[in-house]
Every structure is written in C-alpha cells, then in structure tokens.
C-alpha cells in the first residue's frame, strides 16, 4: 500500500525522524510520499532527494560532535543593531545566523538538485513574512487540492525549501527568493499532514516530536526564540485538525532544548524505538 510520512519541526529533536525512516527502512516499508515542516522539513528534503536513512545517521552523529561549520553568526549585523536601536534607525540584521553555510551544505547534499527532480512526492512549507501564507513547496503542482492561505509553489531547488523552513525567526535570517521573505513553516503548520493530504496522499503516518519541553536551565536568547515559538506551535497544533491515519510520538527528553546538537542521537534513538515498538501496527495499516 502507497502511504506518506508527515514530520514535524522541532529542532534538534527533529533527529529522531531519522529514527524513524531507519526503522521504516529496516522493514521494507518506504514512504512514497512525504512532508515536512523546519527540521522535518530537512529530514524530508534529503529523503525525497535520495538520501538513505542510514546516510541521514551519518549527518546526525557528525552534527552531534558540534556542527560549529554550518553555522555563520551576522557578526557585522548584530554590531549594528543595537546603535541603530539607540538613534530609533532600522537596521538590516534579521537574524542571528546568516543560513548560508547551511543552505550551501544542503545543497551540496542534494547536488543541486530542483524540487522537480523528486523520486517521491514531496511537500516542505515555510512562511511568507509580506502575505501571512503558507508557502507549501513541492515537486509538482499536479493534482494539488487548494487550501485557505496555502500557495503551492514547484520551482524551488531543495536547498533552498529547506533552508526556508528552517529559518527561525530571530536565529536565522529569512530566506529570500522571488519577492518573498520565508521563515520557519511551523508558524502556521507545525506538522503538515494537511499538506500532504492536499497533495493527493490518502494514507499518512505522522510522526511528532514538537511536545513541550521545559526551558534549559543557561536560558540564551535563541531558546528563548525557540521556547516562544514552540508553544505556539503546540496550541495551534491542539486546535487543528489533521486526518493521518496513526500518529507517532516518540518520548524524547524534556530538557534538551531546541538546539542542543549533542543531544540529536538520543532523540534519534527515540525515534527509532518508537517505530520499532508501534510496527506492527505500522504494518498492519501502511504495509
């Protein structure tokens, strides 16, 4: 049976979505369809672009061991803003973190390769700062089910949904492409079965890791960017109806915060253990 996978965002706990394909993948079952929303987005992003999930394990373990290199603070932006702050100017500075090592490092990883070029069906939404839309970013605009809000777009490269995606707000720039300013999907669709299920996919396991989590205890400015956000996130998910067909939720720790990148193998664990102990059902429903 064809099913799809929906991920949703949530940092580096979005590592155990590897788990998950990992154990997926261990028992013969490959979603022909997928979405993604901020680190679901990426994991979803490599998949479609036809990386393995054994690969995927590969980046976890080499993030955990500190993933400094992906990373490029607006040093010359911060140094501005806060006098422009004091003479009531605006500044450029957007973002903690530039995002271009990262997208050019995902676009290495995909070789450059267009949505379009996707071996399965994918959707990787982010946000338009200038209209409040969702913009859902997919290989293809055949047999797409309008939806309130959502513009469907087909001529990104992979590099650059993903890095929309996972653009949070205040710790990464937006991305900007075609008139638009893109940033995290999980301001309006932390876990994007809604998406999938308009791009024509009737049978979804969603996998979310986006539960609260309790603040760490060096509170820094980007946990609190994070932490912000991921509460909303979570209220909004309470009030949205999606309609997958089985919902897994792996136990990852309370306390690892949004972007404690030695944490990422344990959540990938998690993830992996959760698919293990729900596959018969997974079976039953998707095999």
Aim: charged share 25%.
């Amino acid at each position: 049976m064809s099913f799809g996978i929906a991920l949703a965002g949530g940092g580096i706990r979005g590592a155990a979505h590897v788990g998950v394909l990992l154990a997926l993948e261990e028992n013969g079952l490959c979603p022909g369809s997928v979405a993604g929303t901020s680190a679901g987005g990426i994991v979803a992003g490599l998949y479609a672009a036809g990386l393995s999930a054994a690969r995927m394990k590969e980046m976890v373990l080499k993030f955990s061991g500190g993933g400094a290199e992906f990373f490029d603070p607006d040093l010359s932006g911060l140094a501005t803003m806060i006098p422009s702050l004091l003479v009531r100017r605006t500044s450029g500075f957007s973002g903690l973190l530039k995002g271009n090592r990262l997208e050019n490092y995902l676009y290495r990883l995909t070789e450059g390769k267009f949505l379009s070029e996707s071996r399965v069906r994918v959707v990787i939404p982010s946000v338009d700062l200038c209209s409040g839309d969702t913009v859902a970013c997919t290989n293809t605009l055949k047999g797409i089910r309008p939806l309130r809000r959502v513009r469907w777009t087909d001529r990104m490269r992979f590099s650059e949904a993903m890095r929309a995606t996972a653009s949070l707000p205040a710790v990464f720039r937006p991305k900007i492409i075609d008139h638009m300013c893109l940033v995290d999907g999980g301001v309006t669709d932390v876990l994007p079965v809604d998406l999938l299920i308009a791009a024509g996919e009737r049978n979804v396991l969603a996998v979310d890791v986006s539960e609260d989590y309790k603040m760490p205890e060096n509170i820094s400015l980007i946990e609190v960017a994070s932490h912000s956000l991921a509460i909303m996130e979570t209220r909004l998910r309470e009030c949205v109806t999606r309609g997958e067909k089985m919902l897994l939720d792996p136990d990852l720790p309370e306390t690892d915060g949004v972007l404690n990148l030695r944490q990422m193998p344990m959540c990938m664990e998690a993830g992996y253990r959760a698919a293990k102990r729900a596959m018969p059902r997974i079976r039953s429903l998707f095999a």
